[in-house]
């Protein structure tokens, strides 16, 4: 993976993407907490200054453009690991404490494995970001009047994507040497949607131990940096 001037980073690999989570029943150690770990970074610069709007830019084309990259960053960062998160292993879609459950667009709650899961957020925030009537890329053609709405909505789905891989999947992103990756794909996300509030608190809030130590700039001397 090799970051880009232009805020855009890219890995060597391929996959496939409202719901309230219901609490699981024990919290096992978090390795990806470990300071070995956690200073693994691909940038030694603070992300801070890669989300800000610029004076020139529209905020919805701002939105747009930084929510389709974060789409296909994490959809190819679960494709590293999408062979280890199968109906076997990953029995649901859990993170920390909590139960993803997928709800149709009928509001009719499915069970679901991760995998499933993660297949039905990527399916449908591709449909979205493809969409020009939601996501226009031609000049002159307005955003709908709800376009924030739907940006929140994929962050969200995004986060669960990113919070399953950390709490089921991260001794594979290690193995994979993929940890540096990871975290500043993680740390870049939730700078960005801190920012412009497109994510509710409590639903980031099981991810807040590591939230704080990513998004906190490490001293010049810490900084691990890793390109491939």
């Known amino acids: 993976m090799r970051f880009k001037k232009n805020g855009s980073y890219t890995l060597n690999r391929k996959s496939k993407a409202k719901p309230n989570g219901k609490k699981a029943p024990t919290e096992e150690k978090k390795p990806y907490l470990e300071s070995e770990y956690t200073k693994a970074r691909v ?12 004076r020139e830019i529209d905020l919805n084309e701002w939105l747009a453009s930084n929510t389709t990259t974060f789409f296909n960053l994490i959809n190819l960062q679960y494709s590293t690991i999408s062979e280890f998160c199968t109906g076997e292993t990953c029995q649901a879609m859990t993170a920390c404490s909590t139960i993803y459950h997928w709800y149709d667009e009928k509001g009719k709650k499915t069970k679901c494995t991760a995998p499933q899961y993660v297949d039905f957020v990527m399916s449908l925030v591709q449909k979205l970001v493809t969409d020009e009537d939601i996501f226009p890329t031609k000049y002159g053609k307005e955003f709908p009047s709800a376009f924030e709405a739907v940006v929140k909505k994929i962050c969200r789905y995004l986060f669960h994507v990113l919070a399953h891989i950390y709490w089921a999947h991260f001794k594979e992103s290690v193995a994979l040497e993929l940890q540096g990756h990871l975290n500043t794909l993680y740390a870049h996300f939730i700078v960005f949607v801190r920012e412009f509030n497109l994510v509710d608190p409590k639903e980031t809030s099981i991810m807040d131990d590591l939230s704080e130590v990513l998004c906190t700039p490490l001293p010049a001397a810490q900084n691990h940096v890793t390109e491939r």
């Open 43 to 54: 940038v030694d610069f603070d992300l801070k200054e890669l989300v800000v709007l610029p």
